[in-house]
């Protein structure tokens, strides 16, 4: 009777797992079964996705100091565009992209707005999808995320304690600034700092990108300035780009002055709020769900993005420009 018995070595799994993944939000070379990135914590599904679609998706910034609405109206949006609501929708790409939007609804469904998002990067919600307009010819590949308003604001005091945050800014092709109506129409601008300080961060970031087309384009990405919470704010929804003059002078002077590619939206998720007792305190609850320039400004930014990435012949105009 032997003893011996053959054990087969497999060591082709281990060169398999010595293979780096770069992630596609900071450029980190992560092990490739890792889940999130070991330097920024974004997914590498991320990563994973494009590897298998052979196509490079374009990053959407979205800022906004904690409370300006971010959560509501990306949650939002990405619902009514799964549910082909208007002339445009999306597919997402990966269970993970469905996330936002649940947590979003799900907090409506039941009467409340959803928690306010944790500082935490593992715990930031990034959509990623495919766009569609039916009017365009071709779909557009975008990844965006949701982050955090309190980690927002510490990025631009503490560099590089969210390197997600700062690859975000300087790699996004177009870039979205939530700002909260309703403080700004009380003359609160103490939001307004965090998002000059992104802005001006994002202008620094630039400067060090690649040089030529690609600089170009960088520099012709396109801004949506969305006043939030039009709902309170009477007169806001007819004209926003009124209300901005008035009561956001300065934000959206700079917004227009680093980007020229801008324009100013409202936007409202409820038709009507309410207070409601919780753990002894009182706290905001949406009374009706009745969504008011949601798919507007999304609308705006594909078409911008598409002007600039997908146009064909654009590239060679704008390196003769440069050149
Ligand atoms: N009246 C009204 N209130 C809103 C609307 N959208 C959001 N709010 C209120 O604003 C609060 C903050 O909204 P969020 O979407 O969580 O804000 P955020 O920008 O994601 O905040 P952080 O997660 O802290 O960065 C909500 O809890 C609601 O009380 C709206 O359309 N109308
Ligand atoms: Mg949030
Ligand atoms: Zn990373």
């Known amino acids: 009777m032997s003893y011996l018995a053959q054990l087969p070595l497999e060591t082709y799994l281990l060169a398999e797992q010595a293979v780096p993944m770069p992630c596609l939000v900071c450029d980190y070379e992560n092990c490739c079964s890792a889940s999130r990135c070991r330097n920024c914590q974004s997914p590498m599904s991320l990563a994973h996705n494009v590897r298998s679609l052979k196509r490079k998706p374009h990053f959407v910034a979205v800022i906004g100091a904690s409370g300006a609405g971010k959560t509501v109206y990306l ?97 996004c092709a177009a870039v979205v600034v939530l700002a909260d109506a309703e403080l700004l129409q009380a003359g609160d601008h103490t939001h307004d700092f965090v998002t000059l300080k992104l802005l001006s961060l994002m202008g620094e970031l630039r400067d060090e990108q690649t040089r030529g087309w690609m600089q170009a384009r960088i520099e012709r990405r396109p801004l949506a300035l969305i006043l939030t919470k039009s709902d309170r704010c009477d ?4 004209n926003p780009r009124e209300f901005a003059e008035a009561h956001a002078t300065a934000l959206w002077a700079d917004c227009r002055s680093r980007f020229p590619r801008h324009e100013v939206f409202a936007c409202s998720a409820t038709g009507a709020t309410g207070l409601r007792d919780c753990f002894g305190r009182r706290q905001s609850v949406p009374l009706r ?7 507007e400004p999304f609308g705006w930014l594909m078409t911008e993005l598409d002007e600039n990435w997908n146009k064909p012949g654009l590239a060679a105009r704008l390196c003769g420009a440069r050149s």
């Open 289 to 295: 769900i009745e969504p008011h320039g949601i798919l």
């Open 75 to 171: 949650g939002l949006l990405m619902d009514l565009l799964t549910r082909h609501v208007g002339l445009m929708r999306t597919t997402a790409r990966g269970p993970l992209s469905i996330s936002l939007q649940q947590t979003t609804t799900t907090a409506l469904a039941t009467g409340w707005f959803p928690e306010k998002t944790v500082a935490n990067p593992e715990h930031w919600h990034w959509v990623h999808g495919q766009f569609n307009c039916r009017r365009k010819r071709r779909p557009l590949e975008l990844v965006i995320p949701d982050i955090s308003g309190e980690a927002l604001a510490t990025e631009t005091d503490r560099a590089n304690r969210y390197p997600a945050i700062r690859a975000l800014l300087a790699k």
């Open 235 to 238: 007169g806001l929804q007819e």
